[in-house]
């Protein structure tokens, strides 16, 4: 078995990988698979084009796109050893596509392939290594994260319909507020993953422009014409996904900018789903001591010495997810400063940190809206018990009685351990005549409180 990963006389990859091993024995992290795939969708479609461009003949052409779809399939994935912190253009990652590229070729040709001249031709690891990243990025948010979000957003506006009248006690700043229903709550979560979908859309056509065609410098340097707007037409065609080339190629390499702003845009996504989940966990504390307001699904056991002790698995794990999420954006915004003229040189840990978010952030939502939103129960007795007996109820007194008698009112409801409207009564405003009793209950009902004569219900997220 060679170091390559197949039977053959000698490892698939060459003298730079070899070097690369050596310098760089680090974390023993690899450069991230997506990356690896995307790179290979270019060498595959670079050889192509540099055929028809007169770059190379039409049997190396072949024979290098063939053997880069072989990567692409998920072959030879051992061959690709490098640590991520590594040449901070991530050449080393490059050569490592190159070489293996070029010896794959070689055994179908039957003749030597160079990893520089053939495999590499029309290209430096400055402009294909970011342009990698970014295929391989956006290839993830459109074709997973973003279809996990609008499974979230699915499932809470289920969940928010199911539960449209469940009327609750609203809080602001952990201290009870006036009533709110269970159904808005959960629509205005799903609302927040609505928004994060549209964050990431409004940065895609920066994070989709591509540098490929600046080659070492941002100049185009031994590039022949029209070779990087076919190349990028091409991956656009294979993939899907709205590629085109960067519109300053200066820009377009030595900056990694929208790399930065993507990685931002997740690290809000983190935080709303923080939210989220400190809803739930706060809503499902108790069973006894607790608000108890829903119950989440019993995925395990949720105590090694408690019995009978079930825990918010899910939102914990989720709001981890999100803690390494802005950990990592922070990552991302340190290496995107860490360029100087023509080229950034932390390319390699922004391309291990981005995909790493968006496919943290892909499984994670899923999980919370499969094993957690669809399954929980809300005890709606319990929450209607609350949305009555607080004290906040005293704000829909403000028009009758005024601010200051409202709130004299909500502090004897407190003293004395009794409702707003055993209070409102207990302090003579039925028996004055300022309120009847029909207004009075029609006035508290936490439900109709939550619906304001003249407010227009939004629209679902």
Same mark, same amino acid.
């Given at each position: 078995?060679?170091?390559?990963?197949?039977?053959?006389?000698?490892? #698939?990859?060459?003298?730079?990988?070899?070097?690369?091993?050596?310098?760089?024995?680090?974390?023993?992290?690899?450069?991230?698979?997506?990356?690896?795939?995307?790179?290979?969708?270019?060498?595959? @479609?670079?050889? #192509?084009?540099?055929?028809?461009?007169?770059?190379?003949?039409?049997?190396?052409? *072949?024979?290098?796109?063939?053997?880069?779809?072989?990567?692409?399939? $998920?072959?030879?994935?051992?061959?690709?050893?490098?640590?991520?912190?590594?040449?901070?253009?991530?050449?080393?990652?490059?050569?490592?596509?190159?070489?293996?590229?070029?010896?794959?070729?070689?055994?179908?040709?039957?003749?030597?392939?160079?990893?520089?001249?053939?495999?590499?031709?029309?290209?430096?690891?400055? *402009?294909?290594? %970011?342009?990698?990243?970014?295929?391989?990025?956006?290839?993830?948010?459109?074709?997973?994260?973003?279809?996990?979000?609008?499974? =979230?957003?699915?499932? =809470? @506006?289920?969940?928010?319909?199911?539960?449209?009248?469940?009327?609750?006690?609203?809080?602001?700043?952990?201290?009870?507020? +006036?009533?709110?229903?269970?159904?808005?709550?959960?629509?205005?979560?799903?609302?927040?993953?609505?928004?994060?979908?549209?964050?990431?859309?409004?940065?895609?056509?920066?994070?989709? @422009?591509?540098?490929?065609?600046?080659?070492?410098?941002?100049? $185009?340097?031994?590039? %022949?014409?029209?070779?990087?707007?076919?190349?990028?037409?091409?991956?656009?065609?294979?993939?899907?996904?709205?590629?085109?080339?960067?519109?300053?190629?200066?820009?377009?390499?030595?900056?990694?900018?929208?790399? +930065?702003?993507?990685?931002?845009?997740?690290?809000?996504?983190?935080?709303?789903?923080?939210?989220?989940?400190?809803?739930?966990?706060?809503?499902?504390?108790?069973?006894?001591?607790?608000?108890?307001?829903?119950?989440? %699904?019993? #995925?395990?056991?949720?105590?090694?010495?408690?019995?009978?002790?079930?825990?918010?698995?899910? %939102?914990?794990?989720?709001?981890?997810?999100?803690?390494?999420?802005?950990?990592?954006?922070?990552? &991302?915004?340190?290496?995107?400063?860490?360029?100087?003229?023509?080229?950034?040189?932390?390319?390699?840990?922004?391309?291990?940190? =981005?995909?790493?978010?968006?496919?943290?952030?892909?499984?994670?939502?899923?999980?919370?809206?499969?094993?957690? &939103?669809?399954?929980?129960?809300?005890?709606?007795?319990?929450?209607?018990?609350?949305?009555?007996?607080?004290?906040?109820?005293?704000?829909?007194?403000?028009?009758? =009685?005024?601010?200051?008698?409202?709130?004299? &009112?909500?502090?004897?409801?407190?003293?004395?351990?009794?409702? &707003?409207?055993?209070?409102?009564?207990?302090?003579?405003?039925?028996?004055?005549?300022?309120?009847?009793?029909?207004?009075?209950?029609?006035?508290?009902?936490?439900?109709?409180?939550?619906?304001?004569?003249?407010?227009?219900?939004?629209?679902?997220?």
């Amino acid at each position: 078995m060679g170091k390559g990963g197949g039977m053959s006389q000698r490892p #698939l990859w060459g003298q730079q990988t070899e070097l690369a091993i050596d310098n760089f024995p680090i974390s023993g992290e690899t450069m991230p698979p997506e990356f690896l795939k995307a790179m290979a969708q270019i060498k595959a @479609e670079a050889a #192509l084009v540099n055929a028809a461009l007169g770059v190379l003949d039409a049997s190396m052409a *072949d024979a290098i796109s063939d053997a880069a779809e072989q990567v692409i399939a $998920g072959d030879h994935h051992d061959a690709f050893p490098l640590d991520v912190f590594q040449t901070g253009s991530g050449t080393s990652s490059n050569m490592n596509m190159n070489e293996v590229l070029a010896t794959l070729a070689e055994r179908t040709l039957g003749r030597p392939v160079h990893p520089n001249d053939h495999v590499n031709a029309s290209q430096s690891s400055n *402009d294909t290594v %970011p342009t990698a990243i970014a295929l391989a990025a956006t290839d993830a948010i459109v074709h997973r994260l973003m279809p996990a979000l609008w499974h =979230l957003h699915g499932a =809470l @506006e289920r969940k928010g319909l199911e539960y449209a009248d469940a009327v609750k006690a609203g809080r602001t700043h952990l201290v009870d507020a +006036v009533p709110v229903t269970l159904g808005q709550e959960l629509h205005g979560h799903a609302a927040q993953v609505a928004r994060s979908v549209e964050r990431l859309e409004s940065t895609l056509p920066r994070l989709a @422009e591509v540098p490929l065609g600046g080659t070492a410098a941002g100049t $185009g340097i031994n590039m %022949p014409a029209g070779f990087a707007a076919a190349v990028i037409e091409r991956l656009a065609d294979r993939t899907g996904l709205p590629l085109v080339e960067a519109r300053n190629h200066m820009e377009g390499n030595a900056a990694r900018d929208a790399m +930065v702003e993507t990685s931002g845009q997740l690290r809000v996504l983190a935080v709303a789903l923080t939210k989220i989940c400190n809803d739930l966990r706060w809503m499902s504390s108790g069973p006894r001591a607790g608000l108890a307001e829903i119950r989440l %699904p019993e #995925l395990q056991k949720g105590s090694s010495i408690m019995p009978g002790k079930v825990n918010p698995v899910i %939102p914990e794990a989720v709001l981890m997810v999100c803690t390494q999420v802005v950990g990592n954006d922070t990552a &991302i915004a340190w290496a995107g400063a860490s360029g100087s003229f023509e080229l950034n040189v932390q390319m390699p840990v922004i391309a291990r940190n =981005l995909l790493e978010q968006i496919r943290l952030l892909t499984n994670a939502t899923r999980l919370l809206a499969d094993r957690c &939103i669809e399954g929980f129960e809300a005890d709606v007795d319990r929450m209607r018990e609350y949305a009555e007996g607080t004290t906040a109820l005293a704000t829909a007194l403000n028009p009758y =009685l005024g601010y200051e008698e409202a709130a004299e &009112i909500a502090k004897h409801a407190l003293k004395s351990r009794t409702s &707003i409207r055993a209070a409102t009564e207990a302090r003579g405003h039925l028996e004055s005549g300022r309120l009847d009793a029909e207004t009075l209950d029609r006035v508290l009902d936490p439900l109709r409180l939550t619906r304001p004569p003249g407010r227009r219900e939004p629209p679902l997220a």
